[in-house]
């Protein structure tokens, strides 16, 4: 990849990360954001780093190993979750990983987001699934996505936050403000009334 090409990846992490930020789906130090370079590098937010004041300089670049391939700072502690959904899905050229408050708020409480209530998140999210606890950063966490990842281009875990992945970075976070739009309808209309399911 061109030195032009990467300046402008890194770029767009920065930006997205404080979108994630400056719109709620992650405070301080939360959540983390990748993007497949080639078959055997990845650009990875930092471990321990605010994405709300992130700089290019922190991001790290990672082997598919996980192993640290250039950057000063630790890879974050979700890149095992990272590198599995690289490794499973070949069509996954980012991936975004947030704690947004609606669709956590609905998880917890037993509500799901399907059947669907608006057309957007039907043509964009399809099949949202809800993934069992498991310790964040662990390899049983990464595996229990797995296990739900041809379900659809996001998934919710529980108890703690939701990824989802995309062909582009631009599509993985429009998918993520998507879901947490799509939960923050879901979670309104069930607090005034009973909604009506979108139609076939």
Request: aromatic content about 4%.
């Amino acid at each position: 990849m061109d030195r032009g090409r990467l300046q402008e990846i890194r770029s767009q992490i920065v930006q997205v990360c404080r979108s994630l930020y400056s719109k709620g789906l992650i405070a301080g130090t939360d959540g983390n954001v990748s993007v497949r370079l080639s078959d055997e590098a990845i650009l990875s937010t930092p471990s321990g780093v605010h994405k709300g004041f992130l700089e290019e300089e922190a991001l790290v670049v990672v082997d598919r190993n996980g192993e640290l391939i250039k950057g000063r700072e630790r890879p974050s502690s979700e890149l095992p979750l990272h590198l599995a959904i690289y490794g499973r899905d070949p069509d996954a050229r980012a991936i975004v990983h947030a704690h947004p408050p609606w669709i956590l708020a609905l998880s917890l409480t037993g509500y799901k987001l399907q059947p669907h209530l608006v057309t957007e998140a039907r043509m964009f999210l399809g099949r949202v699934a809800v993934v069992p606890f498991e310790k964040p950063g662990s390899s049983a966490l990464a595996a229990a996505v797995l296990e739900r990842l041809d379900q659809g281009l996001a998934q919710v875990m529980a108890h703690h936050g939701a990824v989802t992945r995309g062909s582009s970075l631009q599509k993985a976070f429009e998918l993520m403000e998507c879901l947490e739009h799509t939960a923050r309808i879901t979670a309104l209309a069930n607090l005034l009334g009973r909604p009506e399911p979108l139609p076939d």
